[in-house]
């Protein structure tokens, strides 16, 4: 059975730095890309970024030099290091698998993260 | 970059109706590769988001034959034959030929 699980959200406050991760099974983690998006607290979904099978990375352009994805194939596991952290970085973080050339089609249950002082 | 646009933001439906929702993007969702990476997602609430549809009309494993995806291009149609309690949520179109961007979402309730 496929899982996507995250860990590491919590209370952080702005400027500081966090690390998310994303940890999987059920698949063969090298042959799909992961992805994280994000939901501000009753808003919509926003992509963040993704690492490829490869290990190259897309941003988008509301966290591009702030925040960083990489994957541990060998622990079949994706990350997402946040640094400089802004209160509109507030929100539950999904990580997601994507078959290749797909968008997403696994979901975790998200793992909440709070910027505030 | 492409802006995804989705019509109504909210739509009420009775039970056992027809409901339609529209995803328009700002630039053409063709890819060089002659495909379109157009997707559906729904997101029941308190829940995470769920792929139903893919490539635009394709349906995921699982996913009810009353949900259906249509259009081309920049123009795109989810619809549900007949809604039922379980379809409450809302119902967000992603594109991937791009910068893999969502549209605003659309709230489906029932009246």
């Known amino acids: 059975e496929v899982q996507v699980v995250e860990s590491g959200g919590t209370l952080v406050q702005p400027g500081r730095s966090l690390r998310l991760s994303c940890t999987t099974s059920?698949?063969?983690?090298?042959?799909?890309?992961m992805t994280w998006v994000r939901q501000a607290p009753g808003k919509g979904l926003e992509w963040v970024g993704f690492?490829?099978?490869?290990?190259?990375?897309e941003y988008a352009a509301s966290v591009r030099g702030r925040f960083t994805i990489s994957r541990d194939d060998s622990k079949s596991i994706a990350y997402l290091q946040m640094n400089s952290l802004k209160i509109e970085d507030t929100g539950v973080y999904y990580c997601?698998?994507?078959?290749?050339?797909?968008?997403?089609?696994?979901w975790g249950q998200g793992t909440m993260v709070t910027v505030s002082s | 970059d492409v802006v995804m646009t989705q019509s109504p933001l909210s739509l009420p439906v009775t039970l056992g109706q027809p409901a339609s929702i529209s995803c328009r993007s700002s630039?053409?969702?063709?890819?060089?590769?002659?495909?379109?990476?157009l997707s559906w997602f729904q997101q029941r609430p308190g829940h995470s988001p769920r792929r139903l549809i893919y490539?635009?009309?394709n349906r995921d494993s699982g996913v009810p034959d009353r949900f259906s995806g249509s259009g081309s291009g920049s123009d795109f149609t989810l619809k549900i034959s007949r809604v039922e309690a379980e379809d409450v949520g809302v119902y967000y179109c992603?594109?991937?030929?791009?910068?893999?961007?969502f549209g605003q979402g659309t709230r489906v309730e029932i009246k």
């Open positions: 997601a698998r994507a078959p290749p050339w797909e968008l997403p089609d696994w």
């Open positions: 059920g698949f063969t983690f090298g042959d799909y890309v």
């Open positions: 690492v490829r099978e490869k290990g190259t990375t």
């Open positions: 630039q053409s969702l063709v890819y060089s590769d002659g495909n379109t990476y």
């Open positions: 490539r635009v009309s």
């Open positions: 992603m594109e991937g030929t791009h910068s893999w961007t």
